[in-house]
C-alpha cells in the first residue's frame, strides 16, 4: 500500500508517494533527492538528520513521511538564497568547522534553528543546543566560534 503526501519543503509545495513505514529521512532523499539530510545512526542519536518541522527541530530518522502531510518542512537545501550561503554555512567555512560532512547539514539546521530562538547565545546556550548532533571529526570549539560569528553577523544585519 502507499500513501501520496502533500507537504512543504524549503517552502515549495511537494507531493510524493511512499510507503506506511517510510521515513521522512529516507523519502527526503529518495523521493525528493534533498541529500543533505544525512543517516548517521537511524535511531536519533547522532542528529545528522536533523530538519525542522513546523519550526522544531527533529531528527528525520524518526518520524515518518506520512506525518509531514500538510506540514512545513526545512531541510539544509534551503538555508542558501541561490548562490548566496546562510551566515552559518559562510561561517563554518571560515572557521573550518567541517571535516568529513556528515553531520554538518544537522548542525546547521540545528545552528538555525537556535538562532532563530535565541539571536544572542551565551557558548554554553550553543553547546546545550547541538549536544544532539554528534561530530566525530572536528570537535565543537570550532563549530561553536562558527556558530557565535553567525549569531554576530545575523544581529548586524
Known amino acids: 500500500m502507499s500513501v501520496t503526501v502533500s507537504t512543504t519543503v524549503n517552502g515549495d509545495s511537494v507531493d510524493f508517494v511512499c510507503a506506511p513505514d517510510e521515513t521522512l529521512l529516507d523519502a527526503l532523499r529518495g523521493r525528493l533527492g534533498l541529500t543533505g539530510a544525512k543517516e548517521g545512526c ?19 530518522c524518526l518520524v515518518l513521511a506520512v506525518e509531514a502531510e500538510g506540514q512545513e518542512i526545512a531541510t539544509v537545501e534551503g538555508m542558501a538564497a541561490g548562490e548566496t550561503l546562510h551566515p ?5 567555512i571560515d572557521h573550518a568547522a ?7 547539514p544537522g548542525i546547521l539546521v540545528a545552528a538555525k ?8 547565545p551565551s557558548d554554553e546556550e550553543v ?29 548586524r544585519a
Do not use: H
Not at 42 to 60: H, I, K, P, Y
Not at 88 to 92: C, P, S, W
Open 42 to 60: 537511524g535511531t536519533g542519536d547522532c542528529g545528522a538528520c536533523s530538519v525542522t518541522l513546523n519550526g522544531r527541530l527533529v531528527c528525520s
Open 98 to 104: 567541517l571535516q568529513c560532512g556528515i553531520c554538518t
Open 88 to 92: 552559518l554555512q559562510r561561517a563554518f
Open 127 to 155: 553547546r546545550y543546543w547541538l549536544a544532539g548532533n554528534l561530530c566525530r571529526c572536528t570537535g565543537y570549539d570550532k563549530i561553536v566560534r562558527a556558530v557565535q560569528a553567525a549569531a554576530a553577523e545575523m544581529r
Open 113 to 120: 534553528a537556535l538562532l532563530e530562538k535565541t539571536p544572542d
